[in-house]
């Protein structure tokens, strides 16, 4: 018995710098080389093409693409929104565009020391945010024989891998210890925020995924993304979760990391209903666990019996909650472990044709059972749904009036969650079925 319990605190001091350090080593390696700015990237020769170019094995027009299209070109500019600026008064931050709090994730907020001569914050979060500091690759990564391999041994980032691709979005569409949102600013007005890999990776893309693509980089797979997006998203929240400064706001948790409509409802609302996923009764305030609970859909095809175990350990953190903080965090350092273990064998299964029947089958088992009662939850389906329906139709599998139909049945499940304040469960359950009917 002693043993054992000097064995777990062996344990938890063992996991508890390596949590810290998978949180940060997105941001580490973005930063870990000097910023040389968007305009060394934009020239016509280079990125800057107004075309397409034909003999090239990219595109080149990857910057006049960001420019026009890609929300992030306009980051830094959203920091002198009238909204910014409400924000801003309520938090009595001064100007939002100069703010640290806000330019961590509205700009490329790099060290003064690490910024390049052409290096300009008001270009927002520009190619450097993801692709890494340029300054030790920015000559050789264009010259004749350098791989896609030698890129990245010299420093650029690897946004083509999903594990790292996730773990960078995150640090912006979660917040992350070193770059945190807190409930203070969405109480201020700042939207709530959600992400999925797959979904956001093709909502404005600069870049094509073709055989020349597959030939630098490897295989592509959208489901793969949803995937290992759900798992890294899991972990990150409970990293959070046990991060003594960024979890915690004096006697009460960051209530970022909650279900928000936990807390925001109507007093007349009655719409209170069990989860067997948390195994709590009414008036609690849960976790926001909308990630974990999509990771076991993830599972599915892989390996069922770690399903099932993830599902307790989920409960058991929920409980824990419940009961004390120590008792929170021990509770999620086994989550996260069980997590951190499975994340390889999900990156590099093949999530073929198969494998869908299996994913959504198990989100209607779920539903079924009421686990959808949580917004978060159900918009995360909607997300996950329409992964899996490009992968139908990507394999070839369905015909013309099936894709037709799969797309609206797809249109009508995100149409049930559009408004989050009077959205319908039994309308999505529903809308659901219906979407799983169609499905091939
Ligand atoms: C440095 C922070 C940062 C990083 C890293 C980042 N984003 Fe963003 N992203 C933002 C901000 C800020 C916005 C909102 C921009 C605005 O409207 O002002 C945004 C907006 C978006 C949008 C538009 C959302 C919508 O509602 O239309 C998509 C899509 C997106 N990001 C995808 C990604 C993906 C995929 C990654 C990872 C490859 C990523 N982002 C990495 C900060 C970041
Ligand atoms: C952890 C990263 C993060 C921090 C910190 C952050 N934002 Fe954001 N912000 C985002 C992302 C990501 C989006 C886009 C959300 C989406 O569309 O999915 C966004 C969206 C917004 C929007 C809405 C933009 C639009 O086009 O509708 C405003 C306004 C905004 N942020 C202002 C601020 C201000 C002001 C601050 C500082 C107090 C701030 N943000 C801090 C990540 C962040
Ligand atoms: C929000 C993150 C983000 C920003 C900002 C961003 N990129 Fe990308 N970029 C990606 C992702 C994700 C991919 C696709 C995966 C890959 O090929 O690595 C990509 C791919 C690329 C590719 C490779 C395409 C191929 O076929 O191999 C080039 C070139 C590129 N980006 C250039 C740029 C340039 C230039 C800028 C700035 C004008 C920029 N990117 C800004 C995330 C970003
Ligand atoms: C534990 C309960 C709880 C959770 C969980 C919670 N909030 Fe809040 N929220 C509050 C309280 C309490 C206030 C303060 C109300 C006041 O100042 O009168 C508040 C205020 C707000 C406000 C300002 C409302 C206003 O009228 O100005 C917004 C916006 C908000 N929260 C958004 C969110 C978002 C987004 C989430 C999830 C990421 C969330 N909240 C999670 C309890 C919660």
């Known amino acids: 018995m002693k043993r054992g319990g000097l064995l777990l605190i062996v344990i ?3 996991l508890g710098p390596a949590i810290a350090l998978a949180a940060n080593s997105a941001v580490n390696a973005i930063e870990s080389h000097k910023h040389l700015g968007v305009a060394s990237c934009s020239n016509s020769v280079c990125h800057g093409a107004s075309q397409a170019f034909r003999d090239s094995s990219i595109q080149q027009n990857e910057f006049a693409i960001w420019q026009e299209f890609d929300p992030h070109a306009r980051a830094w500019q959203t920091l002198g929104s009238d909204a910014s600026k409400a924000i801003a008064r309520k938090l009595g931050i001064g100007d939002p565009a100069a703010a640290k709090v806000c330019l961590d994730c509205h700009a490329d907020s790099i060290a003064d020391g690490m910024r390049g001569e052409r290096f300009q914050l008001s270009d927002g979060v520009g190619c450097e945010s993801c692709h890494g500091g340029s300054e030790s690759w920015l000559n050789a990564h264009a010259d004749k024989g350098v791989t896609h391999k030698d890129n990245l041994k010299n420093g650029m980032y690897p946004t083509d891998q999903p594990i790292a691709r996730a773990r960078l979005c995150l640090t912006c569409h979660m917040g992350t210890a070193d770059r945190m949102i807190t409930h203070r600013i969405m109480g201020a007005g700042h939207p709530r925020l959600s992400f999925e890999l797959d979904t956001f990776t093709w ?214 969650i559009k408004n989050e304040d009077s959205w319908s469960r039994e309308k999505f359950r529903s809308a659901l079925a219906a979407l799983r009917a169609a499905a091939p």
């Open 203 to 416: 909502l404005h893309p600069h870049y094509k995924i073709d055989e020349s693509w597959t030939r630098r980089k490897g295989e592509w797979n959208g489901v793969r993304d949803w995937a290992v997006g759900q798992g890294v998203a899991a972990e990150n929240l409970l990293e959070l979760v046990t991060d003594e400064k960024a979890g915690w706001q004096g006697i009460f948790p960051e209530l970022v990391l909650f279900d928000c409509h936990a807390c925001h409802q109507l007093m007349s609302g009655r719409t209170w209903g069990p989860r067997q996923g948390t195994g709590l009764g009414p008036g609690v305030v849960r976790l926001n666990d909308a990630n974990i609970l999509m990771f076991r859909h993830v599972l599915a095809p892989v390996d069922k019996a770690a399903a099932s175990r993830l599902l307790e350990q989920t409960r058991a953190l929920h409980q824990a909650t419940t009961k004390s903080r120590e008792a929170t965090f021990a509770a999620a350092r086994k989550l996260h472990a069980s997590i951190e273990g499975l994340l390889p064998t999900v990156a590099a299964f093949n999530y073929g044709p198969e494998s869908l029947d299996a994913i959504l089958s198990s989100i209607e088992a779920d539903a079924a059972r009421g686990e959808y009662r949580d917004y978060a939850a159900a918009e995360q389906v909607a997300m996950a749904a329409q992964s899996v329906v490009v992968a139908f139709e990507n394999d070839g599998k369905v015909d013309a009036d099936k894709a037709t139909l799969l797309r609206s049945r797809l249109d009508a499940l995100y149409a049930t």
């Open 12 to 14: 938890l001091l063992a």
